[in-house]
């Protein structure tokens, strides 16, 4: 049974740590005020996190290849654990909510997408297409809900799922050559579907269409093998895309994909920016009020900035505190939501940061955060971060 109940307000210096003890689901709240170092040998981390804004819930998935659920109340005050997902053996790919539907889905190097149904938090569908998949995403797919999956081998696989049994609607094979990293639909024209792969490419197909030849609408090419991609300029007309060996590119979508800018080796340049050291990159997060498009960047000790991204360059515009409430080790994910950022990373913490609007008045010995520690059992193997290279 699910006991833990994370209750510290947003902008309070108390703070919750959550960790999972040996048995299986149980929770156990170490301190409301934690000051301790943390456990620099955690086994569990947080590999990937999504937020729906429909429930206002958070998948977390882990190392241990579970996924947890956190319902967040409807003023971002307090998150509560909601369930824990079991289904997979090998290590979650990736992770995404079926809009309207109540659905999660995820996949993994065990070959299986799980098609979850969060009003029961049990499987709905297992699709196994044979081969290790890498990334996700929902939409329509010519007239039907498709399950979209982007395999190792390069191939994008589109499945039914809202009716029984599953089937294979299409297969594109003919696009990229290499494992496919990401798969995204274009916010404001639902038709378009993006996709990323190692081979360095962004491709954008028009899914209406009956053949991958005549779906395709352009190809950029960044490279170098794409980690992550995303959307910003006023109708989300432009793509920014982030690369293994630590590169950022800008592309207007329109027409024949024109490049806006190739920031080569941004992290140096970062380095330069901020003053300090800047080991990775993790991805970028546009602001449509103001129309900033900001790249979060971080440090192997935990530490995490925020720039400003023009076709210029970048600039510092926030360091998020470090600390005893902060991560100790890389971080490997972040979503935004209404109330503020999440971010979870090897150190099996989840860290919920306040708005923008608060944090960037604060200071380093001011600033308020709420953390989450989880620690499944520790039988299960730790992976390192996945690079091509």
């Not at 960047?297 to 935990?302: A, I, K, L, R």
């Amino acid at each position: 049974m699910l006991k833990s109940r994370l209750q510290v307000p947003v902008g309070q210096p108390s703070v919750t740590v959550v960790k999972f003890d040996t048995a299986p689901a149980a929770m156990v709240i170490e301190s409301s005020n934690a000051t301790g170092e943390m456990d620099q040998d955690a086994e569990c981390f947080v590999m990937r996190c999504k937020y729906d804004s429909e429930s206002n819930m958070l998948a977390v998935a882990l190392s241990d290849y579970d996924v947890q659920l956190y319902c967040q109340d409807p003023k971002g005050t307090s998150y509560r654990l909601q369930d824990q997902l079991k289904g997979h053996t090998d290590r979650i790919n990736d992770l995404c909510f079926v809009p309207g539907q109540a659905t999660l889905i995820t996949v993994s190097d065990d070959g299986t997408a799980i098609i979850w149904d969060l009003r029961t938090s049990k499987p709905r569908v297992h699709i196994q297409p044979g081969e290790d998949i890498r990334s996700v995403a929902a939409g329509n797919f010519q007239g039907q809900l498709a399950c979209v999956l982007g395999m190792a081998d390069g191939t994008i696989q589109f499945w039914t799922f809202a009716t029984s049994p599953v089937r294979k609607l299409a297969l594109y094979d003919e696009s990229h050559t290499q494992s496919v990293t990401q798969l995204c639909f274009h916010p404001r024209r639902p038709e378009v579907l993006l996709s990323a792969g190692e081979d360095g490419l962004l491709c954008a197909f028009d899914v209406r269409k009956r053949t991958e030849a005549d779906a395709l609408l352009s190809v950029a090419n960044a490279e170098s093998s794409i980690r992550r991609f995303g959307f910003f300029g006023p109708q989300y007309e432009c793509a920014w895309c982030v690369t293994f060996t630590e590169t950022l590119a800008l592309w207007r979508l329109q027409g024949d994909c024109d490049e806006i800018a190739n920031l080569g080796n941004i992290r140096e340049t970062a380095a330069r920016a901020v003053g300090a050291r800047v080991d990775f990159l993790l991805e970028c997060v546009y602001d449509p009020p103001t129309r900033q498009l900001a790249l979060l960047v971080g440090d192997h000790e935990g530490g995490l900035r925020l720039l400003g991204v023009t076709a210029e360059g970048v600039t510092p515009l926030y360091a998020f505190p470090r600390g005893a409430r902060a991560h100790a080790s890389d971080v490997r994910c972040f979503a935004l939501t209404p109330h503020g950022i999440v971010t979870g990373g090897d150190d099996g913490r989840l860290c919920i940061w306040p708005p923008a609007s608060q944090s960037h008045h604060a200071t380093a010995n001011t600033a308020k955060r709420n953390v989450t520690r989880v620690r499944p059992p520790l039988s299960r193997p730790r992976h390192k971060r996945h690079t091509p290279y």
